[in-house]
C-alpha cells in the first residue's frame, strides 16, 4: 500500500526569537536593540508576519495528506521521501539551503516578506498553497541547475547558487588547479580561494566576483547546463601562476583543484558550518551536478 503525499514544511527561527532567546525576555532584547538605533517592534512585526504565513500555508494542506516541519538548523539530520512535496515559507536563501538535501522532489517557494525578498526562488504567496500543492506533481517547474564537488575520498557537497573552495577564513590558499577542457592544464596558485557557481547563483556572491571582473564572461540562465568560476585575487609568484583565473564549465567539463595547503575547505551556498574537509593531496572535481532542483513556477 502506497503512502499518502507529505508536505514537508520547511522554514527558520526569525531574527525577533533569535534575540529573545539570546537575550532573555522582549524587554532586554528592545534594550539591546535601541542601542544600536533600531526598534524592535519592526522585527517583532516581521516575526509575526512570518507566523502568520507558516498558519496560512499549514491550512492550505488537505487533510489526507501527511505534514512534517524541519527547522533550517535540523535540514541535515532529517530524511526526505521520494513521494513529498517541500513546501519553503521563508527568503530565498532557504530554498537553496534545502536544495542539498533533496533528489527530485517538487518545491515550493513561499515568500512571508514580499517586498523585502527579491523573489528570486520564494515565487509564491501563502494564499497560493492550496493550488499549487493540488498540481505539485504535474506542474509547471524550472529544472533549476545544481554544481556539485566530490573528492577523492567519495565526500560530495551539493549546492543551487555557488561551492566555495579555499581556506577556513578565507586567508591564502595553496592549490594545483586543472581543466578538463584545456588538454588536463595544470596550474599551481595561492589565492583566497576558488568559486564556482550556477544561474542562480548568478544574482549574489558569484555576480559579485563577476561584476569585479568586468562582466566580460556571459552569465548563466538558471536553468542552464553551464557553470562559472573565478579565482579570488591570485597571487603571482615564482611558483604560482595567474593565467587560469575564470571560465566556463559546460555538463560534462570539470575543475580539479588538488590541495597544497594543510587544510582546505568546500562549502555550498554560504554555509560554511556544513564544510568538507579536504587535507593536503586530496583532489577534489567540481561541475554539473546530475541532480537538479525541481521548483514549481
Known amino acids: 500500500m502506497s503512502l499518502a503525499p507529505r508536505v514537508v514544511l520547511v522554514h527558520r527561527t526569525t531574527e525577533y526569537e ?50 512534517a516541519r524541519v527547522e533550517r538548523g535540523d535540514l541535515d539530520r532529517f530524511l526526505f521521501g521520494p513521494e513529498d512535496v517541500v513546501v519553503v515559507v521563508g527568503q530565498d536563501g532557504l530554498v537553496a539551503n534545502v536544495a542539498k538535501y533533496l ?20 515565487r509564491h504567496r501563502p494564499r497560493d498553497t492550496g493550488t499549487l500543492l493540488a498540481s505539485a506533481r504535474g506542474g509547471p517547474a524550472d529544472e533549476l541547475t545544481m554544481v556539485e564537488a566530490v573528492a577523492d575520498d567519495t565526500q560530495r ?22 581543466l578538463d577542457e584545456y588538454g588536463g592544464a595544470v596550474e599551481p596558485q595561492a589565492s583566497s580561494g576558488v568559486l564556482v557557481g550556477t544561474g542562480t547563483g548568478a544574482s549574489g556572491w558569484l555576480r559579485s566576483v563577476w561584476q ?26 615564482p611558483v604560482t601562476g595567474t593565467s587560469l583565473v575564470a571560465g566556463e564549465l559546460g555538463g560534462s567539463g570539470r575543475l580539479s583543484l588538488t590541495v597544497e595547503s594543510d587544510r582546505l575547505i568546500a562549502f555550498g551556498d554560504g554555509m560554511e558550518g556544513d564544510a568538507v574537509e579536504l587535507v593536503w593531496g586530496q583532489t577534489v572535481r567540481v561541475g554539473v551536478a546530475g541532480v537538479r532542483l525541481r521548483l514549481l513556477t
Do not use: C, K
Request: charge should be positive.
Open 18 to 67: 533569535e534575540l529573545v532567546a539570546r537575550h532573555g525576555t522582549h524587554g532586554q532584547a528592545a534594550f539591546f536593540l535601541t542601542s544600536r538605533g533600531r526598534d524592535i517592534e519592526e522585527v517583532a512585526e516581521r516575526s509575526r508576519r512570518n507566523r502568520r504565513a507558516l498558519a496560512e500555508v499549514t491550512a492550505a494542506v488537505s487533510l489526507t495528506w501527511r505534514q
Open 103 to 122: 533528489s527530485g522532489q517538487p518545491v515550493i517557494g513561499i515568500d512571508t516578506d514580499p517586498g523585502r525578498n527579491p523573489g528570486v526562488l520564494v
Open 157 to 178: 557537497l551539493l549546492a543551487l547558487n555557488e561551492i566555495y573552495l579555499g581556506a577556513a577564513g578565507h586567508q591564502t590558499a595553496r592549490y594545483r588547479l586543472g
Open 212 to 237: 569585479g571582473r568586468g562582466g566580460e564572461l556571459p552569465l548563466p540562465r538558471p536553468t542552464d547546463e553551464r557553470l562559472i568560476w573565478f579565482v579570488r585575487e591570485a597571487w603571482p609568484s
